[in-house]
């Protein structure tokens, strides 16, 4: 019999899920039980190389695993865990740090971004958090990891890494794709069309979240930024408009319509009928997310059954991985 593809990939409890988190990344692992074996985390680990509020982390774990499971990740299908129960990524990405350059990860944008952000605070983590993300992948050896395209350069160099150790050892690990959207694949502010929307953004206009109220939601793309060209109609054209472009992404991936069908559908109006229109859409996308997250949210019980039956699948697979890298290393056999 053939062994089922696998699919994994990971989003840090480091603030509330946005619009972006979840265009770029959770719709494109939903429904794909059938075909691949899924992994789906929560990266707890990676969410402290930023200093985070201890009641808001583990607060936001819980309930970005009741997201996972709103946005139609079944538990039962999907392996569904929280990063830090599973204790052989902390080992892999030990020994995998020893196996990336100190050059490769100087290279890393999201570092250079965040150690600008974060000045008083660039620890070795953020500098190292690569080859954790590295062993992240790795332990499950999957064949596709779907992200958003500001993750391709980590996944890149995690090919990078695994292709280094397979070749002074021989076949470890398999060679992982990051699987990228065509539509959505880089969601932009909505207060600022040239910075992406983030999870961590300190201005609340420029993010939509997955718990946000239909009314703030719709409030926000009323107020988006839209451009300051005197031509006001719904055309994609990403380098001159940025702003509208970012809203016909975002209506393309949520409607699945084309670039030319939302031309045609708002020919001959101007920004104030597209803007609300863009809102409505989004807010009937997250509507059934955000209740079905609420609902699951207060069974804490049904919550915990998950990610400990996770987790310890998660392990058994990786322990698999991680005694065959041991092995090839030089440690001694326990
Ligand atoms: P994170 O937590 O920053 O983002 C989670 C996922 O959402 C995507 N994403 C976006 N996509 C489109 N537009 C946006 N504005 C946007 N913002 C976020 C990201 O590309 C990502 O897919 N290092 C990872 C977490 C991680 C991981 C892993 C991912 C840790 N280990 C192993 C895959 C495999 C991160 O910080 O993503």
């Not at 206009?205 to 997955?210: A, Q």
């Not at 059934?288 to 207060?298: N, S, T, V």
Request: charged share 30%.
């Amino acid at each position: 019999m053939d062994e089922k593809k696998v699919m994994l990939s990971g989003i840090q409890p480091s603030g509330d899920l946005t619009l972006g988190s979840y265009l770029g990344a959770i719709k494109n692992w939903g429904a794909r039980a059938e075909e691949f074996d899924c992994y789906y985390f929560m990266a707890d680990m990676h969410s402290i190389t930023v200093r985070q509020d201890p009641a808001a982390l583990r607060r936001r774990t819980l309930e970005q695993l009741a997201q996972y499971i709103a946005c139609g990740l079944d538990p039962e299908r999907n392996t569904l865990f929280i990063q830090s129960h599973v204790h052989q990524h902390a080992e892999l990405g030990w020994v995998l740090n020893c196996y990336t350059m100190f050059g490769e990860l100087s290279r890393m944008t999201q570092f250079k971004d965040k150690s600008a952000k974060n000045k008083d605070n660039i620890n070795g983590g953020l500098f190292t958090y690569p080859a954790l993300m590295a062993a992240d992948i790795l332990l499950y050896q999957p064949d596709y990891v779907p992200v958003g395209e500001d993750q391709k350069q980590h996944c890149e160099l995690t090919r990078d890494v695994a292709q280094r150790f397979n070749h002074i050892y021989g076949d470890v690990f398999k060679i992982p794709e990051p699987y990228i959207p065509k539509v959505g694949a880089r969601i932009m502010s909505l207060s600022d069309p040239a910075s992406k929307m983030s999870k961590s953004d300190k201005d609340p206009n420029g993010s939509v979240y997955l718990m946000e109220k239909p009314e703030d939601i719709q409030r926000k793309f009323k107020r988006a930024v839209t451009d300051s060209d005197t031509e006001r109609c719904v055309r994609y054209d990403p380098a001159n408009k940025p702003g509208v472009a970012n809203l016909m992404t975002i209506y393309a991936a949520v409607t699945g319509r084309t670039m030319e069908e939302i031309e045609r559908e708002f020919d001959g109006q101007g920004y104030g009928v597209f803007k609300p229109a863009v809102g409505e859409a989004v807010v009937e996308t997250l509507r059934p997310i955000r209740e079905e997250a609420q609902r699951i949210l207060k069974d804490k019980a049904y919550l915990e059954s998950v990610y400990r039956a996770g987790a310890e699948k998660a392990s058994r697979v990786a322990e698999r991985t991680l005694r065959k890298v041991y092995k090839k290393v030089g440690f001694v056999a326990r």
